[in-house]
């Protein structure tokens, strides 16, 4: 008898080949389809990427190739929460690096890599548009601004709870 999670990865190879049997004969239809792989995943393993070459009857570098150009697809799965710490020039001035540094000692891992338990993933960018609240970090949807390192444990605890 198969389990719960198996049952839920079966349903989502069967959302994957019915994405390709319907864009398949469309001019262009590798990013979509690529988009649509990752909306079912969450990411782009390797084996959704075999099955998408095989699908569309192209080599299987061509996906890769495309999954790695464009930042937009992840080929690792992400956290619950996605931690985006704010390096633009204001954020930089007033302190984002030692909250950067915080979070990476908090998480216990580097930025751009996700926790073991599969909750943050810690991402460094240029800018989040929101320079008057320098140094920023968003979690998902949510901002903070003028941040000090020693904030940083109790943000993150709130979402641990």
Do not use: H, W
């Not at 992400?78 to 690096?97: D, E, M, N, R, W």
Request: glycine share 8%.
């Amino acid at each position: 008898m198969c389990c719960c999670d198996c049952n839920n990865n079966m349903d989502k190879y069967a959302a994957l080949q019915q994405v390709i049997d319907e864009l398949k004969n469309e001019p262009g239809c590798l990013m979509p389809v690529m988009q649509r792989a990752q909306d079912i995943f969450g990411y782009l393993p390797e084996d959704v990427q075999n099955i998408i070459a095989k699908g569309l009857d192209i080599p299987v570098s061509d996906v890769y190739g495309v999954a790695t150009f464009y930042a937009q697809f992840n080929l690792e799965p992400k956290g619950k929460y996605i931690i985006s710490v704010c390096l633009g020039t204001a954020c930089y001035v007033k302190g984002a690096q030692l909250v950067l540094d915080e979070l990476e000692k908090v998480l216990g891992v580097p930025a751009g890599s996700t926790t073991p338990d599969g909750l943050f993933t810690l991402n460094a960018t240029r800018c989040l548009g929101a320079c008057g609240l320098a140094p920023v970090i968003m979690v998902n949807d949510d901002v903070y601004g003028r941040l000090t390192p020693d904030q940083v444990a109790g943000i993150i605890e709130k979402y641990r709870n």
